[in-house]
């Protein structure tokens, strides 16, 4: 559930009522003076002003902005190439991350957090991409802040991939369906009965 302060927030582009229940992928913005507040079992985060981040119900994708993380379902933030995932999935875990001008910024107010970085990188002899990771430590009441080359892509493409549900092929073929058959109604229809008791 997404609880909004009113003007200022959208969800999929579109202005966000006070209460809004939240799907996959949904993605939610924040103007300025604008914050909103997404409600999970066993977790909460406070999308801060002028932030965009996706709804990927384990984790949540950050693009641009801040979001501050309450939880002890070990809920993730994923910026690109980096993830931010609580030590201890199961402990009440408290952390701050800002994607700021490219970057990132990891602040543990509550227990500690893994700041988890993917580099991607072809190896030539095998010809086959594989991805190499590095894993580092924030520790509680501590802050560190890293640089972020890929998060802003990653985020629309992903974006992008998922269209509305409105907006799905689905969608278009029941309505155009539905609206031929009110067109056929009104254009076929006559006064006769179907079957006249005096052909």
């Known amino acids: 559930m997404l609880r909004s302060s009113g003007v200022g927030v959208q969800v999929n582009k579109n202005p966000a009522p006070a209460a809004i229940a939240l799907y996959r992928n949904d993605l939610v913005e924040t103007q300025r003076a604008a914050a909103a507040r997404l409600e999970i079992s066993g977790s909460s985060a ?17 693009d641009h902005g801040s979001i501050s993380v309450n939880t002890s ?17 199961a402990d009440w875990t408290d952390f701050e991350v800002a994607d700021m ?14 700041i988890d970085a993917k580099s991607k990188n072809v190896e030539p002899a095998k010809q086959s991409t594989q991805s ?4 580092s430590i924030v ?23 998922v269209p ?3 907006n799905s092929p689905w969608a278009v073929a029941a309505g155009a369906g539905g609206a031929a058959a009110i067109a ?12 006249p ?3």
């Open 46 to 62: 406070d999308i801060n002003q002028e932030t965009m981040v996706q709804f990927a119900g384990d984790e949540l994708v950050l």
């Open 197 to 199: 008791s005096n052909p």
């Open 101 to 114: 001008g490219g970057k990132v910024t990891v602040w543990a107010r509550k227990s500690d957090v893994y």
């Open 132 to 135: 190499k990771s590095s894993r």
């Open 164 to 166: 509305g549900l409105l």
């Open 184 to 195: 056929c109604w009104g254009l076929c229809h006559t006064d006769e009965p179907v079957s």
């Open 73 to 89: 379902r070990g809920l993730r933030v994923r910026i690109g190439c980096i993830t931010v995932v609580p030590v201890n999935a």
């Open 139 to 161: 520790r509680e009441s501590e802050q560190r802040s890293r640089d972020e080359k890929c998060s802003a892509a990653e985020i629309r493409r992903s974006a992008a991939a």
